[in-house]
T-cell receptor
Framework: DVKVTQSSRYLVKRTGEKVFLECVQD?????MFWYRQDPGLGLRLIYF???????EKGDIPEGYSVSREKKERFSLILESASTNQTSMYLC?????????????FGPGTRLTVT | AQSVSQHNHHVILSEAASLELGCNYS??????LFWYVQYPGQHLQLLLK??????LVKGIKGFEAEFIKSKFSFNLRKPSVQWSDTAEYFC?????????????FGKGTKLSVIP
C-alpha cells in the first residue's frame, strides 16, 4: 500500500519566515510533485522532480523552491513566506513507466501565513 | 499547454438521484484521463482512470466515466448517489507517452448529497 506522508497537517507562520514542508513516500517512486490547492482554483503544480537532485518548474513556481536529496523525500521551501501563500499544500508521487501513471497523494499541509 | 474544464462548481442532489459531472480537456494528442475524489478531511484518491481501450471505464464505489474523443470529454457518472458521496471531484489529464507524468487538474466540482 503506497504511503505518502507530510510532516505537518497544520502550520502557522509569520510573514517573512522561511518555511519547509516535507514529504516522504515509501514506494520507491521516481517522480514527486508539490501542488497547492485553493478553493475554486483546483490543484496547481508548483514543482516536480523525476529523480534525485532533479527538479522542474510547474505552473506556479514563483516564491517557492524545492530540494530532493534522497529518492523518498521531496521538500518544498518558501524562502520568505507571504500571506498569499496561505493555502493547502499537497505532495504526490508516482513511478516511472508501466501502465499506471496514477499519482498518490499525501494528506496535505494547511499553511497559514499571518 | 493542456487545460481541463469542469462545468459545475457546486452540485446539490438528493439521495438516489443520478449524477453526471462534466469534464472537457483541450489537447489534440493522446491523453490519459483521471477522476480523483476528496472526501471531507481526507486526502485525494483515485476514482478511475482511462489510458486506452474501452472508452467506458468503471471505478470504485459504483462510479463510471465515458471518454468521448470527438468531444474531448470524460464525464463522470453514477446512477444513484448516496450521502457518503458528498465530496469534491477533480478531473485531470496527462499527456500519453514516455516521461509524461505531469497532471493538469480541473478546478473541481463540489458535490453535496442531501439525505
Amino acid at each position: 500500500d503506497v504511503k505518502v506522508t507530510q510532516s505537518s497537517r497544520y502550520l502557522v507562520k509569520r510573514t517573512g519566515e522561511k518555511v519547509f514542508l516535507e514529504c516522504v513516500q515509501d514506494m520507491d517512486h521516481e517522480n514527486m510533485f508539490w501542488y497547492r490547492q485553493d478553493p475554486g482554483l483546483g490543484l496547481r503544480l508548483i514543482y516536480f522532480s523525476y529523480d534525485v537532485k532533479m527538479k522542474e518548474k510547474g505552473d506556479i513556481p514563483e516564491g517557492y523552491s524545492v530540494s530532493r536529496e534522497k529518492k523518498e523525500r521531496f521538500s518544498l521551501i518558501l524562502e520568505s513566506a507571504s500571506t498569499n501563500q496561505t493555502s493547502m499544500y499537497l505532495c504526490a508521487s508516482t513511478n516511472h513507466g508501466g501502465a499506471s501513471y496514477e499519482q498518490y497523494f499525501g494528506p496535505g499541509t494547511r499553511l497559514t501565513v499571518t | 499547454a493542456q487545460s481541463v474544464s469542469q462545468h459545475n462548481h457546486h452540485v446539490i442532489l438528493s439521495e438516489a438521484a443520478s449524477l453526471e459531472l462534466g469534464c472537457n480537456y483541450s489537447y489534440g494528442g493522446t491523453v490519459n484521463l483521471f477522476w480523483y475524489v476528496q472526501y471531507p478531511g481526507q486526502h485525494l484518491q483515485l476514482l478511475l482512470k482511462y489510458f486506452s481501450g474501452d472508452p467506458l471505464v468503471k471505478g470504485i464505489k459504483g462510479f463510471e466515466a465515458e471518454f468521448i474523443k470527438s468531444k474531448f470529454s470524460f464525464n463522470l457518472r453514477k446512477p444513484s448517489v448516496q450521502w457518503s458521496d458528498t465530496a469534491e471531484y477533480f478531473c485531470a489529464v496527462s499527456l500519453s507517452g514516455a516521461g509524461s507524468y505531469q497532471l493538469t487538474f480541473g478546478k473541481g466540482t463540489k458535490l453535496s448529497v442531501i439525505p
